[in-house]
């Protein structure tokens, strides 16, 4: 079986794991929505300041909620049968595991960030800006699923994986974070002489999914 047809026979049976129990994908989305709905009631939103905390509170839920998620595929497949188990049993390439893996986790976020997106629009009051924030979006969730899905691996084999997945992730993202939150403040609000944010973030993702391809095999087989 050629790489891409094995990673698409695993994303494939994800998807359709998924699908069955739905419990991902329904607690990812009220994660996020109700951290947007907190953001929104908790600060004074003026006219003068409301560019400045939404494109905090828009990843803020975007992290927390893509954490929930990645916390929980690969722990439901150690969980259930040791599905992963038997899957490294099978002559698989470990980066087909991994890209589909990775493929999967962006789908499941990519859900929720489009039900999430509108409702974030509404709340803040901020036009959706469509043509100049999906490639924010794109970029800076593809960086926060490559560090999760390396990390939640190495996570999942522990009893602490809740705690533990965390305090991996967050030291690693904190670049991106901040190239995302500022981009999308830019977007808001143009800035002159403000450093190429969404190039930065780009060159993060590229640095990053090739150290973790180059990992993956030997982290998912301790």
Request: overall charge neutral; charged content about 15%; some cysteine.
């Amino acid at each position: 079986m050629s790489f891409f047809r094995q990673v698409l026979a695993i994303l494939w049976k994800d998807i359709r794991c998924e699908l069955r129990s739905k419990q991902t994908w329904l607690g990812m989305g009220m994660f996020a929505l109700l951290v947007l709905v907190v953001f929104n009631f908790t600060f004074d939103l003026r006219v003068d300041n409301k560019n400045a905390v939404a494109p905090g509170a828009l990843w803020i839920a975007f992290i927390f909620a893509s954490l929930l998620g990645l916390g929980r595929t690969i722990a439901a497949e150690r969980e259930q049968g040791g599905t992963l188990d038997r899957l490294l049993l099978c002559p698989v390439d470990r980066k087909a595991i991994y890209l589909a893996k990775l493929l999967g986790n962006l789908l499941f976020i990519g859900v929720v960030e489009i039900v999430a997106l509108p409702v974030f629009a509404i709340l803040f009051d901020v036009p959706l800006l469509v043509g100049g924030l999906i490639p924010i979006v794109l970029l800076g969730t593809l960086g926060i699923a490559i560090i999760g899905t390396l990390f939640s691996v190495m996570a999942a084999a522990t009893r602490a994986r809740e705690l533990l997945l965390p305090i991996l992730v967050f030291p690693l993202i904190v670049p991106i974070v901040i190239a995302a939150v500022r981009a999308t403040e830019d977007l808001m609000t143009p800035l002159v002489n403000e450093p190429p944010w969404l190039g930065l973030i780009i060159a993060f993702d590229i640095i990053f999914l090739s150290v973790s391809m180059l990992t993956f095999q030997y982290v998912i087989e301790e």
